[in-house]
């Protein structure tokens, strides 16, 4: 069994960084397929980042795409999403997923087997 806690979401200025953080428990967290969704208010949930076991793989939603990175570190158990030049687009829940299949479909939210509470991300104008 695989726990997820998120941190780190916020209220920020357009055009600010943030930095989301996952805490993930167990001893398969190297062996986890990763990934960011965020769920913006009355909409479904959107992929925005994934990333392999070695962390060496990475993947991105068109939308955000040269503004986020998504890293891990395995000796930690953590994840990170680091979002710059914020837009009030980007506002959502932010809820990381994880998976012990290797990457496939890692856009697609179904696939994920693991995910966490979620963590609120407000972009003012």
């Known amino acids: 069994q695989v726990q997820l806690v998120e941190s780190g979401g916020a209220l920020v200025q357009r055009g600010d960084s943030l930095r989301l953080s996952c805490a993930g428990s167990g001893s398969t967290f190297s062996r986890l397929t990763m990934a960011w969704f965020r769920q913006p208010a009355g909409a479904g949930r959107l992929f925005v980042a994934a990333i392999g076991w070695s962390g060496l793989s990475t993947f991105y939603a068109d939308s955000v795409k040269g503004r986020f990175t998504i890293s891990k570190d395995n000796t930690k158990n953590i994840m990170y999403l680091q979002m710059n030049n914020l837009d009030v687009e980007d506002t959502a829940v932010y809820y990381c997923?994880?998976?012990?299949?290797?990457?496939?479909?890692?856009?697609?939210?179904?696939?994920?087997?693991?995910w966490g509470q979620g963590t609120q991300v407000t972009v003012s104008s």
């Open positions: 997923a994880a998976k012990t299949a290797k990457l496939g479909r890692y856009n697609s939210s179904r696939t994920y087997d693991y």
